[in-house]
C-alpha cells in the first residue's frame, strides 16, 4: 500500500512538472494601480457597498458629527488609545496597555469601537489594521458587533502591492477586513456577525 501511495504521488507531481510553463509568467504588479483616470475612492466606495458596509463622507471639519451620529444609539464606545479626542463629542472608554477593555466588555450588546486604519485597498474594498496607536488592539476590530472606521482619501491605494508597500512596518499583526463579518452555509444563505462584527461603518474622510 505504501509502495501504490508513492507511486500515484510521484506520478501526480510528474504531470504537475509538465505542466509548467517553460518561461517565467509575467505577472503584473498591480491590478489596479494608482494611476490618473482611476478614481481610487470611488472604487473603494463601490467595493464597501458591494460588501454591505456602511459608507459615509466627512471632512476634517465634520468628522466628530458624523462619528456621533453613527455611534449615537451605542450603549458603549471604545477608542483606541491614539485616536484624538476631539473626534468624539460623548463619552469613550480608552482602551490602553494600563487599562485593557475586557473582551466580555466589547462582547457586550451595544458597543461600539472606533478605529483609524492604516491603509485600504480600492480593488478589493479592504481595510488593513496594524495595531498602531490609531487603530490599537485587534481584538478591538473583532470582537464588538460594530465597527466604525476612520480612512483618510489619502489612505487608499489602488491594489494589494501599493497598499502593501505603504506599510510602515509590514512585520506588524496585520488585520484585514472585507466588510462585515459574514458566512454563507451550504444553501448560500447568508449570516452575518457569525466571526467579528455584524456592522462594518466606513468613513471616507478628507483633511
Sequence with gaps: MVGQAMNAREEILARVRAHRPSA????????LPDVAGIDVVEVLVDRLVDYKAGVHRASAASLAEVLGALVASSATVVVPPGLPPEWFTG????DSADAPVSVGTLDAAGVTVVTGCAVAIAATGTLILDAAPDQGRRVLSLVPDHHVCVVWTDQIAGGVPAALARLADPSRPLTLISGPSATSDIE????????????????????
Design 91 to 94: 463619552p469613550v472608554v480608552r
Design 24 to 31: 517565467p509568467v509575467t505577472v503584473p504588479r498591480d491590478y
Design 188 to 207: 448560500l444563505n447568508r449570516v452575518e456577525g457569525v466571526h467579528g462584527p455584524r456592522r462594518l461603518d466606513v468613513v471616507i474622510a478628507t483633511r
